[in-house]
């Protein structure tokens, strides 16, 4: 006990105090706790490196009585800045469960939290003295042969490098491959009710230039489980056809190049271009297209529409953001480079609309396919993008050039004309708006963290809780540095367990709006979107 940091234990103390305090998204007490464990041993960890950076240096420090002094006070404040903040937690967690309509926490959650994160902070904390006293025992072995001070940066500058390696070659590695070998199982399984599709002009089918083995479980969904044209004309009451779709599974082809190549023929195979609408889709990192968002734009259009998307990983977005962000990218300009040259090929009186849509990762992506020269010559008509993550690269820009009096989660960007944005079902539009030659829709959330989160929330007060809070956002969500970055890192993987319209996930009459607004259907009236509302409002698939 007499080797803990009195300065340190209190930075820590306040590190754990304000990762109590809610951010975007409720938190079970097992998670809650590890975050606070994780956060005081970072405090902790912080103030233990200033101190031997201060020392190092040799600069000037407190005499042994007002050093006790100092601690004493330090002690006493931030221990009942603890007792206050754990006494409040109940309050602050209820303050987001009841923006997203969920049951309220109980009284013994402040307890498993502290006792979670006790156990947590203690476990980092040995770790840390493990490391520290090999750091320690190599640098006294090396004081035979060099200076002290020297010997004690060699020995921790190589068993950094040592540790690091062993970590990132050994446990992430192994943690990566298991993973990917767990997801690619998924990937492959099928639901039991699931079968090849039998007609002909049905992608995966007998005919179909994509074997249905080579199409993954998400991608099969898509396939045979969208409207058909009966369901259509039930709702609508008006004639309709089956709408088109086309998958490239992630084993079609050995490329991206290739397997977009597959997905073109398969496209002009089944007369994708022949429809009066065409989607290219991008998929989200699973390979999973939600289908509040793309069976009702079949609704919309009375089942005249052609919808080809592409997979390229199998993993969760938010796993592929940590390994490979680029291969979204790289898949969504590679289809969308190929539907777009044909698509410019043909008579533009003849041809079908063009629209493009992304979700999550798929947005990111979708957003890398924009030619701006091939839009410049030959524009789309528009998109629709939910859910931007934040390594998105024209989202964040848009945002931080919209006008200056609109909130960043709910922004608007110049006279309307070309991107707009929407918030649960609120559109930002500016006053005389109008829509120009080409429509670009973005759905966001004001409590999505995979839209949010940035490594400069360690350093800097972001734009979206500087002023006015979104109406998803606890009005107790406060600006920490560091610790901010760590709620928020915390509440990404746990993006999608938010109920449906919050966070990221998406729901259907957002979809909907959305797809109104930018593809503009044809006799398509207030009534319908009250039906096909209703149809979809208990509709809440689980992200796969």
Do not use: C
């Not at 500058?157 to 062993?166: G, K, P, T, Y």
Request: glycine letters at 6%; proline letters at 7%.
């Amino acid at each position: 006990m007499a080797s803990f940091s009195v300065a340190s234990t209190a930075l820590g103390l306040l590190f754990f105090s304000a990762s109590l305090t809610p951010s975007l998204l409720p938190r079970p007490p097992i998670l809650q706790g590890i975050l606070g464990g994780v956060s005081l041993i970072v405090g902790y960890a912080i103030a233990k490196a200033t101190i031997a950076v201060w020392r190092f240096m040799q600069l000037r420090e407190l005499n042994s009585t007002n050093a006790r002094r100092v601690s004493l006070v330090l002690l006493v404040i931030t221990g009942l800045v603890s007792a206050l903040t754990l006494s409040r937690m109940t309050v602050w967690q209820n303050s987001i469960r009841d923006r997203m309509h969920m049951s309220g926490v109980d009284s013994s959650y402040p307890f498993s939290v502290l006792t979670t994160a006790i156990v947590v902070a203690t476990v980092l904390l040995l770790v840390a003295r493990a490391i520290g006293f090999l750091i320690h025992s190599v640098s006294n072995r090396l004081k035979k042969v060099m200076p002290p001070r020297v010997a004690l940066v060699v020995s921790t500058v190589v068993l950094s490098f040592m540790i690091i390696s062993l970590v990132d070659g050994l446990i992430v590695k192994t943690a990566l491959h298991a993973a990917d070998e767990a997801f690619a199982s998924i990937d492959q399984a099928t639901y039991d009710e699931l079968s090849q599709p039998e007609r002909s002009m049905a992608s995966g089918s007998p005919d179909s230039l994509i074997r249905w083995s080579d199409i993954g479980r998400n991608g099969k969904i898509f396939v045979a489980e969208g409207p058909t044209a009966e369901d259509i004309s039930i709702l609508t009451g008006r004639p309709a056809k089956t709408p088109i779709r086309v998958y490239a599974g992630y084993n079609t082809e050995d490329s991206l190049a290739r397997r977009a190549k597959v997905a073109l023929d398969e496209l002009i195979r089944v007369g994708g271009f022949e429809r009066r609408v065409l989607v290219v889709a991008t998929p989200t990192g699973t390979g999973w297209l939600d289908p509040s968002s793309v069976d009702p734009l079949d609704y919309l259009h009375d089942g005249d529409i052609a919808t080809v998307s592409m997979q390229y990983s199998y993993l969760p977005s938010w796993l592929t953001i940590m390994i490979d962000p680029d291969r979204s990218r790289d898949a969504a300009k590679a289809l969308f480079r190929e539907v777009h040259s044909h698509w410019s090929s043909l008579d533009k009186a003849d041809r079908p609309k063009l629209y493009v849509f992304g979700l999550s990762l798929g947005s990111l992506g979708t957003e890398a396919a924009f030619d701006f020269y091939d839009l410049i010559g030959d524009p789309i008509d528009g998109a629709v993008l939910s859910g931007p993550p934040f390594p998105s690269t024209i989202w964040p820009e848009l945002v931080r050039n919209r006008q200056s009096e609109t909130p960043a989660w709910l922004p608007q960007f110049r006279g309307g004309d070309l991107v707009r944005f929407m918030s649960r079902e609120a559109v930002a539009v500016p006053a005389g708006a109008k829509w120009g030659v080409m429509r670009i829709m973005y759905i966001q959330h004001g409590s999505d963290p995979m839209s949010w989160f940035s490594p400069s929330l360690a350093y800097r007060e972001p734009d979206w809780l500087t002023s006015e809070k979104a109406p998803d956002v606890s009005p107790y969500f406060r600006w920490f540095p560091v610790v901010t970055f760590l709620q928020v890192g915390f509440d990404v993987p746990m993006a999608t367990a938010a109920p449906l319209g919050y966070a990221h996930n998406y729901s259907p009459a957002e979809y909907i709006d959305a797809w109104i607004e930018v593809t503009a259907p044809e006799a398509w009236t207030d009534d319908d979107t009250k039906a096909l509302k209703a149809a979809y409002a208990d509709f809440n698939p689980a992200p796969i």
